[in-house]
């Protein structure tokens, strides 16, 4: 694991020779040892159509690539950070909340109808969340950030999990998303008023959710 947990809002990476990291730009509090940061201009391992994808959607986050031997001290905005591990499984979350990943994961971009159909591309409009998300797939670990803490809740087949999307950070697993609408769902369980829209998760995997309904 490169990462380890300094406390709630700053971790710290190990960079060995021959690895590499991939970090939002800026996110670097304070290293030691030979360490390079270089612009990466190609969004990761998806290349350039995954940079294409992201900038189509206005979505492109800037990165640095990271190499060299030492440890590096990462985090950005006072934001909490949730370090997931992924093995072999596929991650999705908003490109705007990656704060660094491993190089081994391979990024991507996957547009939201796709698994939502017409409410999946309704839900980025409504929700203020991009039409595309970023995935990383493979084995390796992940640092996301998030507004106030973040819980990890398990989807099962027989239990799927309904998200406010505003608190919504990423999920992983074989799951599907679909947005619900349920009129004062806010004015009972939630927080504003009138029509109100749920993310229902379904399938197997996990969902993370933040303490806050803030956007990064």
């Known amino acids: 694991m490169p990462f380890r947990e300094i406390n709630s809002k700053m971790i710290e990476a190990t960079i060995a020779p021959g690895q590499r990291l991939f970090s939002q730009r800026g996110a670097m509090l304070a290293y030691?040892?030979?360490?390079?940061?270089?612009?990466?201009?190609?969004?990761?391992q998806g290349g350039v159509m995954s940079m294409i994808g992201r900038r189509v959607a206005n979505e492109a986050t800037p990165l640095m690539t990271v190499e060299?031997?030492?440890?590096?001290?990462?985090?950005?905005?006072?934001?909490?950070?949730?370090v997931i591990e992924l093995t072999g499984d596929t991650l999705y979350v908003e490109a705007d909340r990656l704060l660094a990943f491993d190089g081994t994961l391979q990024q991507g971009t996957m547009?939201?109808?796709?698994?939502?159909?017409?409410?999946?591309?309704?839900?980025g409009q409504?929700?203020?969340?991009?039409?595309?998300?970023?995935?990383?797939?493979?084995?390796?670990?992940?640092?996301?950030?998030?507004?106030?803490?973040?819980?990890?809740?398990?989807?099962?087949?027989q239990r799927p999990v309904h998200v406010d999307p505003q608190a919504y950070v990423a999920h992983h697993g074989d799951v599907r998303n679909k947005l619900s609408t349920a009129l004062g769902?806010?004015?009972?369980?939630?927080?504003?008023s009138g029509e109100a829209f749920q993310l229902e998760l379904?399938?197997?995997?996990?969902?993370?959710?933040?303490?806050?309904?803030e956007k990064l």
């Open 32 to 44: 030691k040892g030979e360490v390079s940061f270089t612009p990466n201009m190609q969004g990761g």
């Open 68 to 82: 060299g031997s030492g440890t590096v001290l990462f985090g950005h905005g006072g934001h909490h950070i949730q």
């Open 111 to 123: 547009f939201m109808g796709s698994q939502g159909g017409v409410m999946g591309m309704v839900r």
């Open 126 to 157: 409504v929700t203020g969340q991009g039409l595309f998300t970023t995935t990383l797939k493979g084995q390796g670990a992940v640092a996301v950030m998030a507004h106030g803490g973040v819980i990890e809740v398990p989807i099962t087949p």
């Open 185 to 192: 769902w806010r004015d009972m369980v939630g927080r504003g």
């Open 202 to 213: 379904s399938g197997s995997g996990a969902v993370y959710v933040q303490a806050s309904e």
